[in-house]
């Protein structure tokens, strides 16, 4: 299966990328029902939720739009990302890539959406 013959959707919503301090808990406001992320590392505590949730003061990016590769995909298939990257970053689009069990997602500035989907549409994926 080649990569560019994958469907992506938007996911719906607005969301902010954040970033906490590594002792900090998993504060009550990243737990609402939706699309969440919570990585935590050596370094620091990231969470990617609803825009809205992130109450003032919290260090974050707002505005990020999302795209969900359809899956499940097959552990074995290689080059996902790379294959969306490529035409992303060839459309001026930077992304904020993360990976689930069964998909791939990537989020883009909610002001680079249009520019995004067309880019992947002319490297062959499909868009819905």
Not at 11 to 39: E, H, N, Q
Request: include cysteine.
């Amino acid at each position: 299966m080649q990569s560019n013959h994958l469907t992506l959707s938007i996911v719906p919503g607005v969301f902010a990328v954040c970033r906490l301090d590594l002792a900090s808990p998993l504060p009550s406001w990243a737990t609402p029902d939706g699309f969440i992320a919570i990585v935590r590392t050596a370094e620091e505590l990231s969470i990617v939720c609803a825009e809205q949730a992130v109450p003032p003061g919290v260090i974050c990016q707002r505005g990020w739009r999302g795209m969900k590769v359809a899956g499940p995909l097959d552990f074995a298939l290689t080059g996902v990302l790379a294959s969306l990257a490529g035409p992303l970053a060839e459309a001026g689009v930077s992304i904020f890539a993360m990976s689930t069990y069964d998909t791939d997602y990537v989020l883009v500035q909610e002001a680079q959406l249009d520019a995004a989907i067309d880019a992947l549409r002319r490297a062959g994926f499909a868009v819905a």
